[in-house]
């Protein structure tokens, strides 16, 4: 019996430490599985690309740009006012593609905004070169050494035919080189977030030119993370066929990380918004993360090149590529999955270990919430659905324990009687097991069932956009933040702030006491050392998930609550039987 009730002990205080080390532990260190590092096939074999004019960018196939001093850095707006720019307007974007380097560097999100108080300013995701926290895509050309041609760049000015960027409405920009190649670049934008930027050169040169497509994401500092395990923000990608994730502090230390691909995409997650590079899916393409520094201050890159473009005088040749910037929104990923043929978009959401019960919940809790109009009853509805699938198993649990329970004052005299024979306690003890038919083993499946779908509840609530700043009822606004009231300053009238482990909230001190009341209904261990562990369990959860999001304590107090009902009936039918 006692090692019966260690595994249970065991199994409990594993949960109570898996979730404060997830929820507390910085990101793990690189580990020998990092993705190893693949060259990328030189443009021109035997041959060196010629170093660019200077500029904010490592052009893939060229050298990495000298290192300078920090400049003063002006700010975002008299950035934008320095060259012309042509507005994008879709019904969920805002912001212009410069004209100098034509480069998408400055994009809004205008269904979300920075914070849940009305009046917050719309989502900022990408700014341009010059800003503090410059952050932009690129497209453009690049050649082996030796050809003389001059090529648009960070720097080259673009000639726009359109007033104005929207969907169904593009605008192109044009280039000559002035030595018989002229350049197009052709944007366009759906009603989302997905740019199509097509590139063609016209070739009068009288000479024929070979030039390898490229694209690239630029970004200026090392971001503020969440800093958990459990969540990956940084560069990422779905390359041949493999998803590879690297963290801003892996790259710094390992250098870059070059991969062949055919297909798939490469781009920067934050927790909620990606920016991601999608080349040409039947083309093979030469992939990097890479990181320098430009003006003294960090700087990530993700690209690709694409396969030599050989133009003989007088052709033409045209690249297709697009361009996604915004919110990592489920159906949508997985629609431009579907609809455009790119490999597991929604990999860029991080599903984590269970993504086998992670999606599904989230799609459960989707239609839930079409049903009700609130996340909250959405969460109150899949734990419902949750507990009449497991209803059997858990059925067959509480049975047992609740045996377990009617026999503990015949355990406790054996415990007296044979308190010097071990061996004949545990022979008189499974006696009576047999004779009650009780199981001590059978009350430890509810809580390693319940494991997985704790954290795949988890997982949906922290990672998934659909749920930032989704409202509950009274004081919970957000589900995907912890509960704001405090109780150890009763709610605001001491004039005193916690620290932010000891800020308890409403709800979590609701889910410790519903698993007190539920702790009561189980057997106590007959251990006094493990019993008295046992009671300070719900006083420990109370506190650790304190810090969690409001919606994951909603759920676990309700789930609670559903199982001391289910525990009370089966107790009754079992009392009256006997």
């Given at each position: ?364 809790l989707r239609w839930f919430h079409g049903v009700f109009g609130n996340f909250g009853l959405a969460i109150l509805a899949l734990t419902v659905l949750v507990k009449l699938a497991l209803f059997p198993l858990a059925n067959k649990s509480y049975k ?36 009650e038919g009780a199981n001590p083993a059978a009350g430890c499946l509810p809580i390693f069932v319940q494991i997985p779908v704790f954290f795949a509840l988890y997982k949906v609530l922290f990672v998934t956009i659909e749920m930032r700043h989704a ?108």
């Amino acid at each position: 019996m006692g090692e019966q009730k260690n595994i249970v002990i065991a199994v409990v205080l594993s949960v109570a430490i898996l979730v404060a080390w997830e929820f507390f532990q910085p990101p793990a260190p690189p580990s020998a599985e990092t993705p190893a590092v693949t060259e990328a096939a030189a443009p021109d074999a035997g041959a060196t690309t010629p170093a660019l004019p200077t500029t904010d960018v490592v052009v893939p196939g060229t050298p990495e740009p000298a290192q300078a001093v920090a400049p003063v850095v002006p700010q975002r707006d008299l950035v934008l006012a320095q060259v012309k720019r042509v507005p994008i307007a879709t019904p969920r974007l805002k912001g212009s593609i410069s004209t100098k380097g034509g480069r998408v560097d400055d994009v809004s999100l205008v269904n979300y905004q920075t914070e849940l108080a009305e009046g917050s300013p719309d989502v900022t995701l990408l700014s341009p070169s010059g800003t503090e926290n410059a952050y932009y895509a690129e497209f453009g050309w690049t050649a082996a050494a030796g050809q003389g041609q001059t090529l648009p760049n960070g720097d080259t000015v673009w000639a726009s035919s359109g007033a104005e960027l929207k969907p169904g409405q593009p605008v192109v920009l044009t280039w000559d080189n002035g030595q018989g190649l002229r350049f197009t670049r052709t944007f366009e934008v759906d009603e989302n977030y997905m740019f199509t930027v097509t590139q063609r050169v016209d070739n009068t040169s009288g000479k024929e030119v070979t030039l390898f497509p490229y694209g690239l994401i630029s970004r200026s500092n090392t971001p503020e993370v969440s800093g958990l395990y459990i969540l990956h923000e940084g560069p990422l990608g779905v390359l041949d066929g493999s998803l590879k994730e690297v963290d801003y502090d892996q790259l710094q230390k390992d250098g870059p990380i070059k991969t062949p691909s055919k297909g798939g995409w490469i781009g920067i997650t934050d927790k909620y918004w990606l920016t991601a590079l999608v080349p040409d899916q039947a083309a093979q393409v030469n992939t990097s993360f890479f990181y320098h520094q430009v003006d003294g201050k960090d700087r990530y890159q993700t690209d690709y090149m694409g396969e030599a473009k050989t133009i003989p005088s007088g052709q033409s040749a045209q690249v297709g590529n697009r361009f996604f910037a915004g919110a990592k929104e489920v159906n949508l990923l997985d629609a431009y999955t579907e609809n455009l043929n790119i490999d597991r978009m929604d990999l860029a959401i991080d599903f984590g270990w269970f993504y086998f019960l992670t999606k599904p919940f989230f799609h459960a809790l989707r239609w839930f919430h079409g049903v009700f109009g609130n996340f909250g009853l959405a969460i109150l509805a899949l734990t419902v659905l949750v507990k009449l699938a497991l209803f059997p198993l858990a059925n067959k649990s509480y049975k047992a324990m609740s045996k377990m329970k009617k026999i503990q004052p015949q355990m406790k005299k054996l415990q007296e009687r044979f308190k010097d024979d071990k061996t004949r306690l545990n022979q008189e003890m499974m006696d009576l097991y047999k004779k009650e038919g009780a199981n001590p083993a059978a009350g430890c499946l509810p809580i390693f069932v319940q494991i997985p779908v704790f954290f795949a509840l988890y997982k949906v609530l922290f990672v998934t956009i659909e749920m930032r700043h989704a409202p509950f009822y009274g004081w919970i606004k957000d589900l995907s933040a912890p509960d704001p009231t405090t109780v150890l300053n009763l709610f605001g009238l001491i004039p005193w702030t916690p620290p932010a482990f000891l800020a308890i909230g409403i709800w979590p001190v609701i889910m410790g006491l519903t698993m007190w009341v539920q702790q009561k209904l189980n057997p106590a261990p007959t251990d006094p050392v493990q019993a008295s562990m046992m009671k300070y369990l719900p006083l420990i959860f109370t506190f650790i998930l304190g810090a969690f999001p409001a919606g994951l304590v909603i759920y676990w107090a309700w789930n609670n609550s559903l199982s001391i009902l289910q525990q009370w009936w089966i107790m009754r039918s079992t009392a009256d039987k006997a």
